[in-house]
């Protein structure tokens, strides 16, 4: 193996009972994304090898691993029996000669390459063991780290604790790095004589020191290790997430009128001087090049917006939109599965799904792309320069040549040559006068009508 190999250990066999939900606990998602991938995102920074423990009866979560880390090991816990035996059904993975261990839970999404880095680190300075401490609001479930003289020498769990121990208010984050060397031999001596009858991970920390062996604490805030076991502690680490991507996009150039109303996946990708006005939301896979602004209430997912484009206020892209430099796409307009060139516009009140809009074409207000037929969808291709006039429908499959103009109100069910005026729609006519006797020809008929119902009384 190579020089630094490490191997990352993710807990994620628990049974998330709490969350009240069909789905296991590690897929639910934050910033769009499932909390298993924040956490195997934060700890893929070394490249080293990774092992995710998962339950008897996770094959989504064996799915979604799979997507979201290809490379990464899994390891069925038949039984759930604690942290230390959760670690050590990834044994396999541990036997051959690594530098370290790092063990992160699945539900912890919070915490940072950073936090991760400075774990392993600790080990490589000669720890045996490292751990990651914090000092919660509220101590009450957490295990305490136990300090004597300045050193770490246990982790109490709360229900095996004494009184004078749960007034420890440093408690254990979870995360915790393990040298490599004797990590093993350590983890194979936890026992399961405690409150809970579980192999409890935090043992390793006892078991060290008697050993002799170096051990330390490390501390973070508790916003980046809030484990999540309810609904509500989902939509808070959701804030907390949320505060971070706006912190980083602001920081990077990005203009946000009210960044507390704007909400980010872990993907979005922003460029400088990109502006944002309040409520907008980005769903999964979206790009906003430089200068282009999003103006207040549109949602984009799956979309690519390029330089100095125009889009909203009420717009909504969806996934496949892609915009050019300069679009312009309006109040109430839908974008699906369709590229609009440099300089296309779509300024009000349409649907364009599965289609092309050719460079600096103009659709009107109103227009919709007819892409389904209740059976199939069908595409919709307008030519470079083309005129949509308002109100149009255009019946896919069809296309609209460079330059064509089709007359407003028109539906338009056969393609539509270059430079070629389309009218598809009856023909007006006018009736001179007709009017005023239509009005007359009413009025002498409601007088009669009244005749006749007094006449009846
Ligand atoms: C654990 C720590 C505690 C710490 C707290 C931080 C232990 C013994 N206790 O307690 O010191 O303050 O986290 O949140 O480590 N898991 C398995 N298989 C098991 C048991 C757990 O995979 O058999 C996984 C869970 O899916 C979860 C993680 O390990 O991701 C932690 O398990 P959990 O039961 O939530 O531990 P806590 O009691 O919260
Ligand atoms: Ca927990």
Redesign the pocket.
């Known amino acids: 193996m190579k020089a630094n190999a490490g191997v990352t250990v993710v ?4 049974e998330g009972t709490r969350m009240r939900s069909l789905r296991p606990k590690v897929l639910h998602a934050i910033a769009g994304r499932p909390l298993i991938a924040h956490v195997l995102a934060a700890a893929g920074v070394d490249g080293g090898h990774c092992a995710v ?1 998962i339950g008897p009866d996770h094959g989504e979560v064996a799915d979604a691993v799979k997507l979201i880390a290809p490379d990464a090991q899994l390891f069925v ?1 038949s039984e ?4 230390a ?2 670690v050590l059904a990834a044994r396999a993975a541990l036997s051959g000669a690594v530098d370290h261990v790092l063990v992160v ?4 999404p919070l915490i940072t390459p950073g936090t991760l880095h400075r774990l392993r680190d600790a080990v490589a300075a000669g720890a045996a063991v490292a751990v990651l401490g914090f000092r919660p609001a509220d101590p009450t ?3 305490r780290l136990v300090v004597e003289g300045g050193q770490l020498v246990a ?1 109490r ?1 709360e229900k095996d604790a004494s009184p004078a121990e749960r007034a420890i208010t440093l ?4 995360a915790m790095a393990l040298n490599g060397k004797t990590a093993l031999a350590i983890l194979d001596r936890v026992d399961d004589r405690n409150a809970k009858r ?1 192999f ?3 043992d390793a920390v006892a078991i060290a020191r008697a050993d002799g062996l170096a051990v330390v604490a490390i501390e973070t805030e508790e916003d980046e290790v809030r ?1 999540i076991n309810t609904r509500a502690q989902l939509a808070e680490a959701e804030a907390v997430l949320q505060r971070r991507l706006r912190q980083q996009w602001l920081d990077a150039g990005v203009t946000m009128v009210a960044p507390e109303t704007v909400f980010l996946s872990a993907d979005t990708k922003l460029a400088r001087d990109v502006v944002i006005e309040p409520h907008v939301f980005f769903g999964d896979g979206v790009v906003v090049e430089e200068g282009a602004i999003i103006r207040a209430f549109s949602h984009l997912e799956g979309a690519h917006v390029g330089k100095g484009a125009r889009v909203g206020p009420f717009a909504r892209l969806r996934p496949g939109a892609t915009l050019g430099t300069d679009v312009h796409i309006g109040n109430f307009v839908e974008v699906k599965a369709t590229v609009m060139e440099n300089g296309a516009k779509a300024n009000h009140l349409a649907y364009l799904g599965d289609g092309r809009v050719g460079e600096g074409a103009n659709i009107g207000a109103g227009t919709i792309f007819c892409n389904y037929d209740g059976v199939a969808k069908h595409r919709t291709d307008i030519g470079k320069g083309a005129f949509i006039g308002s109100n149009s429908a255009l019946v896919a499959p069809v296309s609209i040549g460079d330059g064509a103009y089709v007359a407003t109100g028109s539906v338009i069910t056969e393609n539509v040559p270059a430079d070629a005026l389309a009218i598809a729609r009856s023909r007006q006519t006018v009736k001179e006068n007709r009017a005023t006797r239509l009005r007359q020809s009413k009025s002498a008929g409601k007088t009669k009508r009244a005749h006749a119902t007094e006449q009846a009384e």
């Open positions: 807990l994620a066999a628990g423990v816990q759930r029996r604690g942290t035996h959760a839970f699945g539900d912890t479930g957490y295990g982790i769990e408690c254990n984050a979870g579980e409890y991970l935090t484990g």
